[in-house]
Nanobody
Framework: QVQLVESGGGLVQTGGSLRLSCAAS????????MGWFRQAPGKKRDFVAA????????YYADSVKGRITISRDNAKNTVYLQMNSLKPVDTANYYC???????????????WGQGTQVTVSS
C-alpha cells in the first residue's frame, strides 16, 4: 500500500511557475514508477509526466514538453513536478499516482493522491 499526498498548487498568472510535490508513505517508494496526471472540469484525466523508480527515465506528454520537469527524491519519498511558462490551458486538478510501470494510462496506476488545484489566470 502507498499513500500519496500532493501539495503546491495554487493560482498563478500566465507565464508563471509552480512546483508540485507528492509525498508518499511506505518504505518501497523507489520500487514504484510515479506519474502526474491532470483533470479539468468535465474532461477526462490526462497524462502529464512519469518517472521510473530510480529516476533514470522520464516520459512527458507532448503538450508539456520543454515546460514541465518531473523529478523524484527517493530519500524523501517525494516526487516533484516543476511547471514553468504556465498557460490557462494548464488549469486543472493535478494528481500524482504510483504504479508498477512507466505508463501514460491512468488504469496502470493503482495508487492515487487526492489532487491539488492549479489555476492559471490570463
Amino acid at each position: 500500500q502507498v499513500q500519496l499526498v500532493e501539495s503546491g498548487g495554487g493560482l498563478v498568472q500566465t507565464g508563471g511557475s509552480l512546483r508540485l510535490s507528492c509525498a508518499a508513505s511506505g518504505r518501497t517508494f523507489s520500487s514504484y514508477a510515479m506519474g502526474w496526471f491532470r483533470q479539468a472540469p468535465g474532461k477526462k484525466r490526462d497524462f502529464v509526466a512519469a518517472i521510473s523508480g530510480s529516476g533514470a527515465t522520464t516520459y512527458y506528454a507532448d503538450s508539456v514538453k520543454g515546460r514541465i520537469t518531473i523529478s523524484r527524491d527517493n530519500a524523501k519519498n517525494t516526487v516533484y513536478l516543476q511547471m514553468n511558462s504556465l498557460k490557462p490551458v494548464d488549469t486543472a486538478n493535478y494528481y500524482c499516482a504510483a504504479g508498477p510501470a512507466l505508463l501514460e494510462v491512468p488504469a496502470a496506476y493503482p495508487y492515487w493522491g487526492q489532487g491539488t488545484q492549479v489555476t492559471v489566470s490570463s
